[in-house]
C-alpha cells in the first residue's frame, strides 16, 4: 500500500503517542506488582485500607451526581444559546465558558470565601438583609460549602464547561433542516427538542459527559478544599495522600486505586465509541446552512435570567471575592475598605520564591501544550475516523483516552517512574512539564477533537477523496475548517487546564522550574487565604484574558443567524 | 603648614590603605570549607519552616557565603518526605540539605544511607547535645498550643486547659490540623492521652472536628470567624495575623510539646555546601535569623521575637507516637 507524507506523518505521530502515553504507564505498573521479576501482591494489599470502601462510595456520588447535573444544565444552556432569541449577543456566546476563566482551585477557593457558613460574603450579605427585616438567621448559614450539596453544586460548576463546548459545537454544525422539517410538520417546540434534535445531537452530548466523567475523577482541588474539612474523602484525594503526604510513600497502592477509575470511565469511553460508529444521528449537509433561531416568546426573559445567574455564580462572584480577600490584610467578612491595598500582591512576589517565574513558566507550557494536544488531537481523530477498523487506529484512540481515566498524580508518578531515571534524566527539567501536560491533557483535546469529528461525518471526506484530494489536503482544506470551533474550544479547554493544574505540578514541578501549581499547593499547605486569593485572582485575570480573546475571534467568524417567529 | 598637611593626608593614606588590606585579608569562617562548597555548585534545601524563616536564614548565610547559592523548596513536612523518598527512589538527589519535623522519615531515611551521620560542623561542639543525633540536629522548636478567635470565645469560655476544647460550646467550631499531613501532631495526642485523658482524643472526636490540611491556612478561617478555636495552634501562626489586627489569640495548655525541626545533610556530590548552610544554622546568627519568628531556638535566649521553651513541654517520643499512630487515628476517625 502507498503512503503519502500525511499518512506516514500521522501513523509516525500516533505510535509515538502511544509510546508516550502508554509507556510510563506500563513501565509505572511492571515496577509495582512485580518488583523483583515476580508478582506482587502487596500493593492490593496497601490499598485495601481502612475506609477505603466509603471513599470509593463518596466518588461515586459525587462524581455520577455532579456529572449528571453538568449534562442538564450544559445541554440546556447550549440549546438556549445556539438555538433560541435568549441569547444576548456576543456576551451569550462567552457566559457558558466563563468557569473556563476562573481554575478549579481558584474557583473553590472563591467558593470557599463566598459561602463558609460564618464569613462568606454571600451568607453575611443574606443575614444582613434578613436582620434589616427583623429576622435572625443566627451567626452561620443559609449556605454551607462544606457539605454534600456544596461539594456537588462545585464540582458540577466546573463540569458545566466540557458538556457546554461539545454539545455548542455540535449545534453549530447540525443540520437545522431536521427540526424545520419537525416544526412544518405540527411538532411544538418541546416535541422538537426532545425527539429531533437530542437524539441528533447524542454523540456530542455523549461526548461531552465522558469529558465531564473524565475531568470529575481526575479533580483534586476542590476536594483538598471542600472535601476534607468534613471528613469526605474522594478517591483523588486518597491518591495524592499515598503518593506525596504519606511516608513511605504507597506507589502500588495508588496505582492500584487508579486502575478503579479506569475501570468506571474505560466503560464511558466504550459506549461513546459505539454510539460514535453508528452513524444514526444528523450530520453536516453538503450544502451551506444558516442557523435558526427560535422565539422563546414570554419565556425569553426567564431563560435570560437563567443565564445570568449562571454567568454571576460561576465566574463572577467568585473572582470578586479572591480580588476581595486578596486585598484585604486578612480575611474578614467584614470589609473595611480603608485597608484595602495591593499589599498581599507585593508580598506574593517579594516573599515568596519564583512566583514570578512560576506564571512565566506556567503561561509558556500551557500555549505550547495546548496547541500540541489540540493539533495532535485533530489530525488523530481525522485518522481514526478514515481508517476506523486499523488496528492502529483503534490503538490510537484507546491510548490517547487512558491518561483521562487515571488520576493525575499517578500519571505523574508514572512519568517520574519513567523519564527521571536513566538515560532520559529529565527531573527538574521544563521537558519533563511540558510532557506530562501533553499525556494528561490529550484525552480533552482528542474527545473534543473526536466529538467535531463525528459531527462532520464521513460524506464529506469521501467526496473530497473521490475528488481526487489526498489525505493532507482533505485534512486542511475540508476538515480543519469545519471542526475548528470545536478544536478553538478544547484548545481554549486545555490551556485553562494546563494552567490551572495542581498535582502533576506539585509532583513534577520543582523550585528550579515552578509552575503556577506548585506554587499554590504551597499557598494551601503553609500559605495564607490573602495571598491563596491574590495568586487565585491573578491566574484568573490572565486564564480570562486569553479566553475572551479567543472567543471574540470566534464569535466574528460564525455566520449569521435567521430568527425564526 | 604645608609640611604638617603633607604628614596628615600621608598618615590618612596609610590609615586608609591599612584598613583596605584588613578588608581585603577578613575572610569568611571555614574558608577552606568555604573554597571546597564554591566549586560544587547551587544546593538546595527542602524545608517545611515558616517561608518568611527560612527566607531570612538563607538571607544570612549569603551575606556570609555569597558565592553558595541557595534554592529553597516549602512544603508540608509529610509531603517534602514523600518527594524526598520519590526522588530517592528514581535515583536522584534533589535535596542537599532537609529541615522538616518528621523525626520517623529520617531514621528510616538514615539507616537507607541517605543522609550523612557524621558531618563536618565547625559550629557542633557548641550545640546542645540533647538536640543533636547523629547528623540530625534540631534547628527550630515550636510548643502546640490552642488559638482562638476573641469575637466568637471570650470571658469564662477561653480555654485554659487541653479539656476545655470538650465543652460543648466549641462543637462544630473547632478546626484541626490533619496529622496525616503533619505526623508531629501525633505526639501531642500521645501525651494527651497518657497525661491528660486516656479517652481525650475519641471526646475530641465528638466535638464534629473540621479537619484542615494546614493550621498555617486555618488560621486564616479562625481570623475570618469561621471557627471558634484551632488545635493545635502556634505562636508562629498567631502572632503575624494578630499583629494585622486578626480577632486571634493563643493559650499555652499544661502538658504539651511540639515541632522539632530537624536539619541533616544529604549523602550527595555537595555536601560541603551542604555542611556549610547547616552549620550556619547552628551559629547563633543562624538561630536568631530562624527562630525571630515567634519560635524557639534550642540555643536559648537568641532575642528579637523568639520565644521561650513553656513549662511543661516534653520532647516527642517519635518512635513510641509512631508505634500508636494506627490507634489514635483510629480514634479520630482519620483512618
Redesign the interface.
Known amino acids: 500500500m502507498k503512503y503519502t507524507p500525511f499518512s506516514l506523518f500521522t501513523r509516525l505521530l500516533a505510535v509515538s503517542l502511544i509510546c508516550l502515553v502508554v509507556g510510563p504507564l506500563v513501565l509505572a505498573v511492571v515496577r509495582v506488582f512485580m518488583p523483583d521479576g515476580q508478582l506482587s501482591t502487596r500493593p492490593f494489599v496497601e490499598a485495601w485500607?481502612?475506609?477505603v470502601v466509603s471513599v470509593l462510595l463518596n466518588t461515586i456520588i459525587i462524581v455520577g451526581a455532579s456529572t449528571a447535573s453538568a449534562v442538564v444544565v450544559g445541554v440546556l444552556l447550549a440549546w438556549l444559546i445556539e438555538r433560541t432569541n435568549a441569547r444576548m449577543g456576543w456576551i451569550a456566546g462567552l457566559l457558558p465558558v466563563l468557569p473556563l476563566m476562573v481554575p478549579s482551585l481558584a474557583g473553590a477557593i472563591g467558593w470557599v470565601l463566598l459561602a463558609?457558613?460564618?464569613?462568606g460574603f454571600i451568607n453575611v450579605l443574606v443575614r444582613a438583609g434578613a436582620q434589616a427585616i427583623g429576622i435572625d438567621l443566627g451567626l452561620e448559614g443559609p449556605l454551607n460549602i462544606?457539605s454534600w450539596s456544596g461539594l456537588i453544586f462545585v464540582y458540577s460548576l466546573y463540569l458545566i464547561p466540557p458538556v457546554y463546548l461539545v454539545v455548542a459545537a455540535g449545534m453549530q454544525n447540525l443540520d437545522p433542516s431536521l427540526e424545520e422539517a419537525a416544526r412544518s410538520n405540527g411538532a411544538g417546540l418541546r416535541r422538537t427538542l426532545l425527539m429531533v434534535m437530542l437524539p441528533a445531537l447524542f454523540p456530542s452530548i455523549l461526548g461531552g459527559a465522558t469529558l465531564a466523567l473524565i475531568s470529575a475523577f481526575a479533580i483534586y482541588s476542590i476536594p483538598?478544599l471542600i472535601a476534607?474539612?468534613?471528613?469526605i474523602e474522594v478517591l483523588s484525594d486518597r491518591i495524592v495522600?499515598l503518593?506525596?503526604?504519606?511516608?513511605?510513600?504507597k506507589?502500588g497502592a495508588a496505582v492500584v486505586l487508579g486502575m478503579v477509575m479506569v475501570f468506571f470511565v474505560g466503560g464511558a469511553v466504550w459506549l461513546q465509541q459505539r454510539v460514535g460508529g453508528l452513524q444514526r444521528h444528523a450530520t453536516i449537509g453538503g450544502r451551506h446552512t444558516n442557523r435558526t433561531v427560535i422565539d422563546l416568546g414570554v419565556w425569553r426573559w426567564p431563560a435570560r435570567g437563567m443565564i445570568a445567574v449562571f454567568i454571576v455564580s460561576t465566574s463572577v462572584l467568585p473572582f470578586i471575592a479572591l480580588l476581595l480577600v486578596s486585598m484585604q490584610?486578612?480575611?474578614?467578612?467584614n470589609v473595611s475598605w480603608k485597608?484595602l491595598s495591593f499589599q498581599n500582591y507585593t508580598s506574593l512576589f517579594s516573599?515568596?520564591?519564583g512566583v514570578r517565574q512560576a506564571f512565566v513558566n506556567t503561561l509558556g507550557l500551557a500555549i505550547f501544550g495546548a496547541t500540541a494536544a489540540v493539533a495532535a488531537g485533530a489530525v488523530l481523530a481525522f485518522f481514526i475516523q478514515q481508517e476506523r477498523d486499523s488496528y492502529l487506529a483503534r490503538a490510537v484512540d484507546t491510548s490517547l483516552k487512558i491518561p483521562g481515566t487515571i488520576s493525575h498524580i499517578v500519571v505523574a508518578?508514572a512519568i517520574?517512574?519513567a523519564f527521571?531515571?536513566?538515560p532520559f534524566?529529565l527531573?527538574?527539567t521544563y521537558v519533563i512539564l511540558f510532557l506530562a501536560y501533553l499525556v494528561l491533557y490529550l484525552p480533552q483535546a482528542s474527545v473534543s477533537a473526536t466529538a467535531s469529528m463525528a459531527q462532520l461525518g464521513t460524506q464529506l471526506p469521501e467526496a473530497a477523496r473521490l475528488s481526487g484530494a489526498g489525505p493532507g489536503r482533505t485534512f486542511g482544506k475540508i476538515v480543519l475548517p469545519l471542526v475548528s470551533p470545536g478544536l478553538v474550544a478544547g484548545w481554549v479547554f486545555v490551556f485553562v487546564l494546563i494552567t490551572g493544574d495542581l498535582t502533576a505540578s506539585a509532583?513534577l514541578a520543582?523550585?528550579?522550574t515552578p509552575v503556577v501549581g506548585f506554587v499554590m499547593?504551597?499557598?494551601?499547605?503553609?500559605?495564607?487565604?490573602?495571598s491563596?486569593a491574590a495568586i487565585g485572582a491573578l491566574i484568573t485575570f490572565i486564564t480570562s484574558s486569553v479566553v475572551l480573546c479567543v472567543f471574540v475571534w470566534n464569535i466574528r467568524r460564525r455566520s449569521g443567524m435567521i430568527l425564526q417567529s | 603648614m604645608k609640611r604638617r598637611s603633607v604628614l596628615l593626608a600621608a598618615a590618612m593614606m596609610i590609615a586608609g590603605a591599612a584598613q583596605l588590606a584588613n578588608a581585603q585579608g577578613e575572610s569568611p569562617p571555614h574558608a577552606a570549607l568555604y573554597e571546597k562548597a564554591k566549586r560544587e555548585g547551587p544546593i538546595t534545601w527542602y524545608t517545611s519552616l515558616d517561608a518568611v524563616a527560612a527566607g531570612d536564614a538563607i538571607e544570612g548565610f549569603n551575606k556570609i557565603y555569597p558565592d553558595i547559592e541557595v534554592t529553597l523548596l516549602r512544603l508540608t513536612s509529610g509531603a517534602v518526605a514523600a518527594r524526598y523518598a520519590q526522588e530517592r527512589g528514581a535515583g536522584t538527589v534533589g535535596a542537599d540539605v532537609v529541615t522538616i519535623a518528621n523525626p520517623p522519615f529520617f531514621a528510616d531515611a538514615v539507616a537507607r544511607g541517605w543522609f550523612v551521620t557524621n558531618p563536618n560542623l565547625p559550629s557542633l561542639p557548641n550545640w546542645p547535645q540533647e538536640f543533636y543525633k547523629e547528623g540530625r540536629a534540631t534547628v527550630v522548636v515550636l510548643a502546640f498550643g490552642i488559638a482562638y478567635n476573641t469575637d466568637i470565645v471570650a470571658g469564662p469560655d477561653v480555654p485554659r486547659t487541653w479539656t476545655d476544647m470538650l465543652k460543648p460550646q466549641f462543637k462544630g467550631k473547632i478546626l484541626f490540623g490533619d496529622p496525616r499531613s503533619i505526623p508531629a501532631y501525633l505526639g501531642l495526642y500521645k501525651v494527651l492521652m497518657e497525661d491528660v485523658d486516656e479517652s481525650f482524643l475519641l471526646k475530641l472526636k465528638a466535638q464534629d472536628l473540621k479537619v484542615v490540611a494546614s493550621v498555617t491556612t486555618g488560621i486564616d478561617t479562625l481570623g475570618a470567624s469561621g471557627a471558634a478555636l484551632l488545635f493545635p495552634g502556634t505562636t508562629q501562626i498567631v502572632e503575624p495575623l494578630k499583629a494585622k489586627g486578626a480577632p486571634v489569640e493563643f493559650v499555652q495548655p499544661s502538658p504539651t510539646t511540639g515541632f522539632n525541626w530537624d536539619t541533616m545533610i544529604s549523602s550527595g556530590e555537595r555536601q560541603n555546601a551542604a555542611a556549610l548552610l547547616m552549620d550556619f544554622l547552628l551559629t547563633k546568627e543562624g538561630q536568631f535569623r530562624l527562630n525571630n519568628h515567634h519560635s524557639t531556638s534550642p540555643l536559648g535566649g537568641v532575642g528579637g521575637l523568639s520565644v521561650p521553651l513553656p513549662s511543661g513541654y516534653v520532647t516527642i517520643d517519635h518512635d513510641a507516637a509512631h508505634a500508636l499512630s494506627s490507634e489514635m487515628l483510629e480514634q479520630l476517625g482519620l483512618r
Open positions: 485500607s481502612p475506609g463558609s457558613p460564618g464569613p462544606f483538598v476534607t474539612p468534613i471528613g495522600r503518593t506525596i503526604v504519606e511516608f513511605p510513600p506507589i490584610p486578612f480575611w474578614s467578612a485597608l516573599s515568596h520564591v508518578v517520574i517512574v527521571v531515571a536513566p534524566r527531573h527538574g509532583m520543582t523550585s528550579r499547593l504551597d499557598l494551601i499547605n503553609g500559605g495564607s487565604f490573602t491563596l
